[in-house]
């Protein structure tokens, strides 16, 4: 499998993902000209997209979605809870619009999903099995527990939410009421709480780690990657080794990760 993220980050995002038989995006927060550039860079034409799985209806992750679905007409994936209000967010604009609620087959691709918590109608993590290796999106969830690790397990890549530094959010000029909001439960991931995913996600099997869905004004890469490294040595988990971590961001595109 192939995987790139297009953008990713609190104003916007996105990712791609080939299989042998598949080609798909995993939220479409983006501008439509901006992501038919990205993917013919990728190596994909527009029109061969096969299908779009969105996380949940936060226009951060939906904000290209009509105008995709618009113009090249293809089947969106939502899970069954937050089917009805993704459908008045997009007017309807795709009538191939397929909810679901439990692991589904598409092309060659097992489909299951894990439930976030998250002030959406409902946000869920993706993961994506080929019969040979799997690949994981977890972001916008605000509690961490083992049930992550599970989802994971086994998982050669993962993209995991990595969003605040805590210290950063704390002394920062946001409002006291989106402060909490974004450190609650139902809110997203500080760098703490991810690097202590990174040693359990490690240990289930994880070889490559990418941070993402960085806040621009309560984190930076340098900020998100130094904690999850201090707490992989702390554990004697060598990076570069015994898993390798990448941050990816708002503004620019991921590498393509070969997952085989």
Request: proline letters at 2%; a neutral charge; one cysteine or more.
């Amino acid at each position: 499998m192939k995987f790139q993220t297009l953008c990713s980050g609190s104003k916007g995002n996105c990712a791609v993902l080939q299989s042998e038989q598949a080609k798909i995006l995993i939220d479409i927060g983006m501008p439509l000209s901006v992501l038919e550039k990205d993917l013919l860079a990728f190596g994909i034409r527009p029109e061969k997209i096969d299908a779009i799985f969105v996380t949940h209806e936060h226009s951060d992750h939906i904000s290209g979605l009509e105008a995709f679905s618009k113009k090249y007409d293809k089947q969106v994936f939502v899970h069954k809870k937050g089917f009805l209000t993704l459908a008045k967010k997009s007017y309807y604009a795709n009538h191939k619009i397929t909810h679901f609620d439990k692991p589904f087959e598409f092309k060659d691709l097992m489909v299951s999903t894990f439930e976030c918590s998250h002030d959406s109608a409902y946000c869920c993590g993706y993961r994506f099995d080929d019969g040979k290796n799997a690949i994981a999106t977890i972001t916008d969830l605000g509690v961490a527990d083992s049930s992550v690790i599970d989802f994971v397990k086994g998982c050669k890549l993962v993209l995991l939410e990595s969003n605040h530094d805590e210290e950063t959010l704390i002394n920062g000029n946001y409002p006291a009421v989106l402060k909490r909001r974004i450190s609650g439960l139902k809110g997203h991931l500080s760098n703490a709480q991810a690097s202590r995913l990174a040693v359990e996600m490690q240990k289930a099997g994880v070889k490559r780690l990418l941070l993402g869905h960085l806040s621009q004004n309560n984190n930076s890469p340098e900020l998100a990657f130094y904690e999850t490294l201090q707490m992989l040595n702390k554990n004697n988990i060598r990076e570069g080794v015994d898993i390798v971590v990448d941050v990816v961001t708002q503004d620019k595109k991921s590498e393509v990760y070969h997952v085989e």
